[in-house]
């Protein structure tokens, strides 16, 4: 059975602190895809990357980092230097290789303080 | 790219009427779609796999007497909450892919039910 456990239920930092949001899945597919998405108060869901199985190259986008490791099933994302508009609730999440059903860890409100 | 509308992004209803959602996708054909719900300060989780031309998937736990499921066309699935009442108020939100290459969710929609 697919699970996705995000341990971390809030985290709160003061501005330009570097934050490590914890993802951790379990899986019996070969083939998956792992993302994280943003969840501002409006409730959209804001895609932030997405990353297929077979793919553990890390990748950095501006101040955000992902570490995937499929040695521990683990999908760490981290912010540097974190803004007030970081603040949100993140979300990790698993999908089969089809992109159909979405299995979503409990998320982490991450609280970026001035 | 791919986008998924939802409409309406927010409604208030009385306790006993139903409430109509619609999830568009609105430049590519989706033969299924995904409703989510997301109660306050919890993860998102899914409720059925909407099926055009057939019946709804529902997951174990979610009634299919009170989730109304029509995915009459290959652009529109509609979830209808029946008798809704205030546990039901929640944040619900579709997905669709397009030929099972990406996944798109749409804005969601927060119901409460007073």
């Known amino acids: 059975a697919q699970k996705v456990t995000q341990a971390q239920t809030e985290i709160s930092v003061v501005e330009k602190e570097d934050v490590t949001l914890d993802c951790v899945y379990e899986?019996?597919?070969?083939?998956?895809?792992l993302f994280w998405y943003k969840q501002p108060p409006s409730g959209e869901l804001v895609f932030l990357i997405r990353r297929n199985s077979f793919d553990e190259q890390n990748e950095i986008s501006g101040r955000y980092s992902w570490n995937f490791q499929k040695s521990t099933s683990s999908f760490n994302f981290t912010i540097t230097a974190s803004q007030v508009v970081d603040s949100a609730v993140y979300f990790c999440a698993l999908t089969e290789y089809n992109f159909n059903k979405f299995y979503f860890g409990s998320g982490t409100k991450l609280n970026v303080k001035p | 790219g791919a986008v998924v509308s939802q409409h309406p992004s927010r409604v208030i209803c009385k306790s006993g009427t139903s409430v109509k959602i619609e999830c568009r996708s609105l430049?590519?054909?989706?033969?299924?779609m995904f409703w989510y719900r997301q109660f306050p300060k919890q993860s998102l989780m899914l409720m059925a796999t909407s099926n055009e031309g057939s019946k709804a998937t529902y997951e174990q736990g979610v009634e299919k007497d009170k989730f109304l499921i029509n995915h009459a066309s290959l652009t529109l699935s509609t979830l209808t909450v029946t008798s809704a009442h205030p546990e039901d108020s929640s944040f619900y939100i579709c997905?669709?892919?397009?030929?099972?290459?990406?996944?798109?969710f749409g804005q969601g929609t927060r119901l409460t039910v007073v």
């Open positions: 997905s669709a892919s397009p030929l099972n290459t990406e996944a798109f």
């Open positions: 899986t019996r597919d070969t083939t998956y895809y």
């Open positions: 430049d590519f054909q989706a033969t299924t």
